[in-house]
């Protein structure tokens, strides 16, 4: 068993980047093709939520076409998201000018947005450098050294009410309106042209169908999409498994491999997430578009070790909120009170 084991040859990231090379093509027909059929049954939910409203039908009837229309901008958001990454189509100019079309129906903008999210892949997985475009994560020690302010903050930011409650219209409604901080030209410009297409949408709807009309149908769209959309994103990386490590040992091929997951979704859910599931590919090489995701798990058989993460086991993530760098593992606060009185107990017998 050991002489097999040290006669197979040691994957690095590079040779596994080279095996999936091929998957980094981008094709015009897929890239066309899924924006047909996410764009034309988004439109036409639009429509019949504007007749259902015109014509007086109960609120729940109104918002039947609402609800199932905001899926179709999460799959808005990872066209967006490809885009960001050059990798949707083969043209810079392409990739930029449906990026920002995709990042106006999104509320999100292409290049302040685009520039957070590449220094995140940078850092995924490294304690050393967390911050930029994740999710703000403590370990038990920083935690338990906190002052009391910081704790009570903390609590409330990872409060599953809070995180998909205020978070989600927080962060697409308000947080993408405003330039970040240090943030060069370019993206400070896709922040204004994002506001400008959004403004000009919300004129175009309020001089046809009404304000409240439009208020009624684009502020629940966009909600419910950006809480699913914080939800995938999430669940990509606050998971108990998750590899996270000090930035003078960490493993890059690790912290795309097992610090991303393979969040294993029904096949509807799998197709309105545009293969987002597939994220430690993702991770692997950004430049893989993601209508090509799948096809590059079902044939690299050195990709299909990875344990997915499956819907329900899924959940628990809303439960664990520090990193144990002792046990490598996402923990509870529940569990860090029991690390903690265990440590104050062997204090008290020395």
Known sequence: MSEEQNTEPVVTRQILNKIILKFTTPSL??????????????????????????????????????????????????????????????????????????????????????????????????????????????????????????????????HPLFMFGVGPSYVFLIFHRFTQKGVRHKGRLSVYITNLGMLALLLLGGSTIGYKTYLLIQLPITIIAATLGLWLFYVQHQYEEVYWERNDVRDSLKAALEGSSYYKLPKVAQWFTGNIGLHHIHHLNPSIPNYNLQACHNEIQKLQHIEPLGLRKSFKSLFIHLWDEDTKKLISFKAMKLIRKARLKKENNH
């Open 29 to 158: 027909g897929k890239a066309i093709w899924q924006i047909l059929n996410t764009l034309i049954p988004y439109l036409l939910l639009w429509a019949v939520a504007i007749l259902a409203f015109r014509n007086e039908y109960p609120l729940w009837v109104c918002f039947i076409p609402v609800v199932l229309a905001a899926p179709f901008v999460v799959r808005i958001f990872i066209i967006f998201h490809d885009c960001c990454h050059s990798s949707f189509f083969k043209t810079k100019w392409a990739n930029k000018l449906v990026g920002h079309i995709a990042g106006i129906l999104s509320s999100t903008p292409l290049t302040d947005w685009g520039a957070a999210h590449i220094s995140h892949h940078s850092t995924a997985g490294n304690l050393d450098k967390r911050g930029v475009g994740d999710i703000w994560t403590l370990t038990v020690e920083e935690y338990i050294s906190a002052p009391r302010l910081k704790r009570i903050t903390y609590r409330i930011f990872r």
